[in-house]
């Protein structure tokens, strides 16, 4: 069972509504990530944020809009969107804000929102 | 520009048989490099982790190898399972810390 949980599974929205995401990951890890999974792409990083502060913004439009409340919890609010934000969208934690370090530090996916925009 | 690519892109084979993935990056300097599994409606989950001094790792009948000269790292999967069916992912980390994603191998093991 994972231990990063996301919420809603799949979200269908026009373009002119607003939407949340939220991730809740239970591991007592210290940076949560966004990440934009579309078919036949790599993951794309969008946010990272590492003990509550944003520390990476990877060019992504303002019509995303995180908020990471506190270590434990991750929000990515949505306003007027465009269909090709139609994608898999991923959060995932891990120990240390540099996953690419070591063994310890891999990254913990949740299970994804699968987002529509019509 | 640090990249890793993966082949093949999809892959069907049958239950029981074995199969190989592979992975080739320019990422450099390189730090690690990481396989992980997606099943469908789920997140990558990690599989192995080779370091620059790690040529081969098993986890179970998964065994990832790397040749850190090449620059390539293969994923071999012995007596595939129904449950086996999934993408494939392969993440290089720069020793700066950044990861650079693979587009994945989607896998389908028939019965």
């Known amino acids: 069972e994972t231990g990063v949980t996301q919420t809603p599974r799949h979200l269908v929205m026009g373009m002119t509504n607003k939407k949340s995401l939220k991730c809740e990951q239970h591991?007592?890890?210290?940076?949560m990530y966004w990440y934009k999974q579309s078919a036949k792409k790599p993951l794309e990083l969008m946010f990272v944020y590492s003990l509550e502060e944003r520390v990476e913004n990877n060019s992504v439009p303002s019509r995303f809009s995180p908020e990471c409340p506190n270590s434990s919890h991750l929000f990515l609010h949505l306003h007027t969107l465009q269909p090709e934000d139609s994608a898999l969208y991923l959060c995932?934690?891990?120990?240390?804000?540099?996953?690419?370090?070591?063994?310890?530090?891999?990254?913990?996916f949740g299970n994804g929102t699968r987002l529509t925009v019509t | 520009k640090n990249q890793v690519e993966q082949s093949p892109q999809s892959l069907i084979i049958l239950e029981g048989k074995n199969c190989t993935l592979q992975c080739n990056y320019t990422v450099s300097p390189f730090s690690n490099l990481r396989w992980y599994k997606q099943d469908t409606g789920r997140g990558p989950v990690s599989l192995t982790i080779m370091t620059f001094s790690e040529n081969t790792k098993s986890n179970g009948r998964y065994t990832a190898t790397l040749d850190a000269d090449t620059k390539q790292s293969s994923l071999h999967i012995t007596a595939s399972q129904l449950s086996d069916s999934a993408s494939y992912i392969c993440v290089v980390s720069e020793r700066d810390d950044k990861i650079i994603f693979g587009k994945g191998t989607r896998l389908h093991i028939l019965p």
């Open positions: 995932a934690s891990s120990q240390a804000h540099f996953p690419g370090r070591g063994k310890n530090s891999p990254l913990h």
């Open positions: 591991l007592g890890h210290n940076a």
